[in-house]
């Protein structure tokens, strides 16, 4: 299994201020949210290995045959795993998975970006209120909080957004 690893194309800035200047902090921009220190100091190389090796378990996983309940229904993924996809998609990052078809469940191929952008904006906003910069790396290893969905949203999220995805003519 080999997966490409991008950085997407920067957005231009918008402003968060609202009309009377006061600040509106948005708990799903990604760039609010605190990550713990041994998350947020991991070096790109170690980040694409750490992602590398979590493609590499979902697809163990063999989550293709399930359907979005049966991957909702359990919580078997780590708070500190998902820490580490979020920081993937907080670095603009993107992924390429050859045959993604016999990848992902079929039912991921419905959405597009905009409706898997607003989940992965729901699971950024559950982060903000349950996940502290201080936590430790064991901490966060004991707290299964987030589903196979969770992590199916942003992996494919990932896919789609790389670069080579259009070329391909997945789209």
Same mark, same amino acid.
């Given at each position: 299994?080999?997966?490409?690893? !991008?950085?997407? !194309?920067?957005?231009?800035?918008?402003?968060?201020?609202?009309?009377?200047?006061?600040? /509106?902090?948005? *708990?799903?921009?990604?760039n609010n949210l605190k990550l713990p +220190?041994?998350?947020?100091? @991991?070096? =790109?190389?170690?980040? /694409?290995?750490?992602?590398?090796?979590?493609?590499?378990?979902?697809?163990?996983?063999?989550?293709?045959?399930? =359907?979005?309940?049966?991957?909702?229904?359990? *919580?078997?993924?780590?708070?500190?795993?998902?820490?580490? +996809?979020?920081?993937?998609?907080?670095?603009?990052?993107?992924? =390429?998975?050859?045959? &993604?078809?016999?990848?992902?469940?079929?039912? @991921?191929?419905?959405?597009?970006?905009?409706?898997? *952008? !607003?989940? $992965?904006?729901? @699971? $950024?906003?559950?982060?903000?209120? /349950?996940?502290?910069?201080?936590?430790? *790396? &064991?901490?966060? &290893?004991?707290?299964?909080?987030?589903? !196979?969905?969770?992590?199916?949203?942003?992996?494919h999220y990932f896919v789609i957004t /790389?670069p080579e995805y259009e070329e391909n003519?997945? @789209?």
């Amino acid at each position: 299994m080999s997966c490409n690893i !991008a950085r997407r !194309a920067k957005k231009l800035f918008r402003s968060r201020r609202l009309k009377k200047g006061v600040y /509106h902090y948005d *708990k799903t921009d990604p760039n609010n949210l605190k990550l713990p +220190l041994n998350i947020d100091n @991991i070096g =790109d190389d170690t980040m /694409h290995n750490v992602i590398s090796k979590m493609v590499e378990k979902y697809q163990s996983l063999n989550y293709k045959n399930f =359907d979005r309940e049966q991957l909702d229904k359990y *919580k078997e993924w780590d708070d500190l795993q998902l820490l580490l +996809l979020i920081k993937f998609y907080k670095n603009e990052w993107s992924i =390429d998975i050859e045959n &993604e078809k016999d990848f992902f469940p079929k039912f @991921i191929f419905t959405y597009n970006p905009k409706p898997l *952008k !607003a989940k $992965i904006d729901s @699971i $950024i906003s559950y982060c903000y209120d /349950h996940i502290n910069e201080n936590d430790t *790396k &064991e901490e966060l &290893e004991k707290s299964f909080s987030w589903s !196979a969905l969770d992590v199916t949203y942003l992996l494919h999220y990932f896919v789609i957004t /790389h670069p080579e995805y259009e070329e391909n003519g997945s @789209i």
